[in-house]
Nanobody, 126 residues
Framework: QVQLVESGGGLVQAGGSLRLSCAASGGTFSRSIMGWFRQAPGNEREFVAGISRNGISTSYADSAKGRFTISRDNAKNTVVLEMNSLKPEDTAVYYC???????????????????WGQGTQVTVSS
């Protein structure tokens, strides 16, 4: 089965940047669409960014557009979320997710993904 491990979370001041990484193992990484989701306490898990299997297509939540960038390196089995101009509203646990091998395109809902990392905390102070 696919295993995902996020890293790079932490505490940052508003306006700052963070780079989240997700290392994948146990499957064929290039066969899986990848996504980043986040969940704040009391909130539903929400889509942040997604990327197609070949890395050509991406999608972003409106709140992330212009500030966040998702990318992947299939040779390294990693997906990255670069976050700039961070706001306190970005505070959440961020999760890396992978789709099943036959899922293609860019997907934006949690049910589109079968495998999830443990999450990494991002806290943005004002």
């Amino acid at each position: 089965q696919v295993q995902l491990v996020e890293s790079g979370g932490g505490l940052v001041q508003a306006g700052g940047s963070l780079r989240l990484s997700c290392a994948a193992s146990g499957g064929t990484f290039s066969r899986s669409i990848m996504g980043w989701f986040r969940q704040a306490p009391g909130n539903e898990r929400e889509f942040v960014a997604g990327i197609s299997r070949n890395g050509i297509s991406t999608s972003y939540a409106d709140s992330a557009k212009g500030r966040f960038t998702i990318s992947r390196d299939n040779a390294k089995n990693t997906v990255v979320l670069e976050m700039n101009s961070l706001k306190p509203e970005d505070t959440a646990v961020y999760y890396c997710a992978a789709g099943r091998a036959w899922v293609t395109g860019v997907r934006t809902t949690p049910t589109d993904y079968a495998y999830w990392g443990q999450g990494t905390q991002v806290t943005v102070s004002s």
